[in-house]
């Protein structure tokens, strides 16, 4: 089994930045792939950002280029999330999500697609 326990988020001004933070315990070294997704009230939970263990690829989805910035310390077993800029529009609660494959290190898009959450923490930016 695997734990994922997310911090670091608050409330900001337009502009302001943050860095959401992702800690996991339990089976960790099956953890290929890590990625943050959001939830909006009203909306459905969407695509962020992810990580690949693979060489440490990455992917944004296009409202998160050039904004924010995936990371991941294996040593601390800790996923980072780096949001700069932020808009009211970023205004969400984010949650830290982790997909177990040893021969699968793809990144994925679609929530249906990992096998482990967090609880969520909340972003909020005023304008």
């Known amino acids: 089994q695997v734990q994922l326990v997310e911090s670091g988020g608050g409330l900001v001004q337009a502009g302001g930045s943050l860095r959401l933070s992702c800690v996991a315990s339990?089976?960790?070294?099956?953890?290929?792939?890590m990625g943050w997704f959001r939830q909006a009230p009203g909306k459905e939970r969407e695509f962020v950002a992810a990580?690949?263990?693979?060489?440490?690829?990455?992917d944004y989805a296009g409202s998160a280029k050039d904004r924010f910035t995936i990371s991941r310390d294996y040593a601390k077993n800790t996923m980072y999330l780096q949001m700069n800029s932020l808009k009211p529009e970023d205004t969400a609660v984010y949650y830290c999500?982790?997909?177990?494959?040893?021969?699968?290190?793809?990144?994925?898009?679609?929530?249906?697609?990992?096998?482990?959450w967090g609880q969520g923490t909340q972003v909020t930016v005023s304008s």
């Open positions: 999500a982790a997909k177990a494959s040893l021969t699968d290190w793809t990144i994925r898009y679609n929530t249906y697609e990992y096998n482990y």
């Open positions: 339990g089976r960790t070294f099956s953890l290929n792939v």
């Open positions: 990580i690949s263990k693979n060489g440490g690829s990455t």
